[in-house]
Every structure is written in structure tokens, then in C-alpha cells.
């Protein structure tokens, strides 16, 4: 099966390649890579503006939101653990 965009669901071609993004970069870049917070990304939705995922806040924290409920929900952690492990809330914010 083709894998596809996480955020505009374009096919993954052989002339079109996906790029593994990691949610939370930065210091958390390791514990994106520990826990599997990452998603595959067409590159316009990953790297060029002005929607792309470096360079939109919109985008960032939409796959932030993301990330931080599936590492909660897999790893069994409440908020105050997510906060712990990563240094903040992303969520209802
Ligand atoms: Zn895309
Ligand atoms: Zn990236």
C-alpha cells in the first residue's frame, strides 16, 4: 500500500517522495524518535511556506496536538507526564 501525505493525503509516487517529520523538534527531537512521534509528510506540507510544517505555527501545533494525544493515549501517560517528559502542554491551549 502507498503510504500517503498525514496532512493533505497526496500519494507517495516514485517521483514524489514522503519526508519523515519529526512532531516535536528542537531539544525533544530524540524523544520524537524514542516514543514514534513522527509523521510522514509530502514536502510542500513539510518544508516550504507558508504552509509547510517548519514554517506554519498553525501546522506545528496542529501536528503538536496530534502528537501529544497519541504519546498519552500509547504510552498510557495523563498530562502531567506528557509535561514531564516533554516540557509542556499543548493541549486547550
Ligand atoms: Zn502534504
Ligand atoms: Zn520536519
Not at 15 to 24: A, C, Q, S
Not at 49 to 54: E, I, K, L, T
Amino acid at each position: 500500500m502507498r503510504r500517503k501525505c498525514f496532512l493533505c493525503g497526496r500519494l507517495e509516487t516514485d517521483y514524489l517522495g514522503l519526508e519523515r517529520h519529526h512532531i516535536f523538534g528542537g531539544a525533544n527531537r530524540q524523544l520524537s524518535e524514542k516514543y514514534g512521534l513522527t509523521v510522514m509528510l509530502c514536502h510542500n506540507c513539510h518544508n516550504e511556506p507558508p504552509r509547510g510544517a517548519h514554517y506554519n505555527k498553525e501546522t506545528a501545533d496542529y501536528l503538536h496536538r496530534y502528537g501529544q494525544e497519541k504519546a498519552m493515549r500509547e504510552q498510557g501517560w495523563d498530562k502531567q507526564m506528557f509535561i514531564s517528559i516533554f516540557g509542556r502542554n499543548y493541549l486547550d491551549i
